[in-house]
């Protein structure tokens, strides 16, 4: 089931050229089209589906500096002072609150490693702060656990994953992006080696520009072009509650669970680090890469090999411009929720909290999570293809630092001051060799 996200108007008429054409209509995609139209370029924008239709719609909704990766920690500021004033910028909510960011354990070297990882963080002006047992009692005082501590950043918020998108989509139209919803892209033509069209199902649009921030498309549209681009895809899992007494005004991270309050007074909810890898030929190509990064986090997986490993086995990477492509065939990843967890999350809600005690599930879906070796995403150009630039590969984090990670794409596009530095962003580091790891995220 497809949780709900805003619907929005296209343009019906592709243009004929643009100076920049962005694959994508998720976050990152209307991110960077807003910003590209906001530095003057001509953009066209193009979803093969409609925009926030996969993850940007599917995810928790948290807007977070707390635990990042320290690659990452300097492209959540930014985000974060973005999404503050966005609302009146483009004069639009999106439901952006800054509520707050709660972890509460009862592991001491969990505990240790947030005390370490929030003093790394205030170098880098990260302001978190570490509770005390009686401190996390008096955060969450309608909790029935007991827990040893905790680490909370008052300053991190959440936004609404089915407003957030869309506005933003629309926000971009408003200062001359064309947005084509339904309109997958085929492929890209070149000329003496540099980008020189895009191909899409309803035509063709001449540029000298292409960025990709196709999720977990993004491997199978750079396979066509002979890029390799190793990401690993793993379904998740989340519900949506019915409208609830108030536990905690923002979000929680609790060993098992991840909460986060709505603005319709219900909760979003999923059990953390849970979800099935599927196995592909894909996943088999980059095993190698994703080996330390799977035997961390093997443990919470499900592993199947099933008809997914078929479909891209049959699939190719060699399709035809003039024929309908893997993106017309199956426009939106929209798997099955994992009810078992649904029904873990619940029961752990309902005995640790007693307000909660009548809470249900008002409705579940899934999502598919594309990520790097080392997840953290790649917003760079590719080396050897002059005028092709990615932005992908968010590893779950793609919805929170959204705002900032299209500007950065904007900036590497037009060859701008970056808003952040982007060389822990670059694409060469997943396929020159460089050890990859999770480099520091909790």
Known sequence: MSPPVNRIASDERLPEAADVVVIGGGIIGVAAAYHLAKKGRSVALIEKAHVGCEQSSRNW????QQGRDRHEIPLARAALEMWGGLKEEIGADLGFRRAGVTWVTNDPKELAAWEAWADDAREMQVHSRMLSAAEVKQHIPEGSTSWIG????????????????????????????????GCAARGMETKGGA????????????????????????????????????????DGTAFRTTPAPEVIPGALGAPDYGLRRREDGSYTMAMRGRGTLHITPG????????????????????????????????????????????FERNRV????????????????????????????CAEAWGGTID??????????????????????????????IGPAAGRLAADIVTGDPPIVDPKNYRYIRLVDGTPLAPAGAL
């Open 61 to 64: 909704g948290w807007v977070r």
């Open 283 to 326: 996943g088999l190509r980059y095993a190698r890469q994703f080996w330390p990064t799977f035997r961390e986090r093997a443990a919470k997986l499900k592993i199947r090999i099933g008809k997914s490993f078929l479909d891209e086995l049959l699939t190719g990477a060699n399709w035809s411009f003039d024929k309908e492509s893997p």
């Open 371 to 400: 990520s790097t070796p080392d997840a953290v995403p790649v917003i760079s150009a590719v080396d050897g293809h002059p005028g092709f630039f990615l932005a992908t590969g968010f590893s779950g984090h793609g919805f929170g």
């Open 150 to 181: 905790g680490m909370t950043t008052p300053s991190d918020g959440r936004a609404e994953p089915s407003m957030a998108a869309p506005a933003l989509a629309e926000a971009a139209r408003r200062i001359g992006v064309t947005l084509h919803q």
């Open 333 to 360: 990843l929209d798997p099955a929720p994992d009810m078992g967890l649904v029904n873990q999350a619940l029961e752990l809600l309902r005995t640790g909290y007693p307000a909660l005690k009548d809470i249900a």
């Open 195 to 234: 980008v020189d069209a895009v191909v899409t199902e309803k035509g063709r649009i001449r540029t000298g520009a292409v960025l990709l921030a196709g999720g977990a498309w993004s491997t199978l549209f750079c396979r066509r072009h002979g890029i390799n681009l190793p990401q690993a895809m793993v």
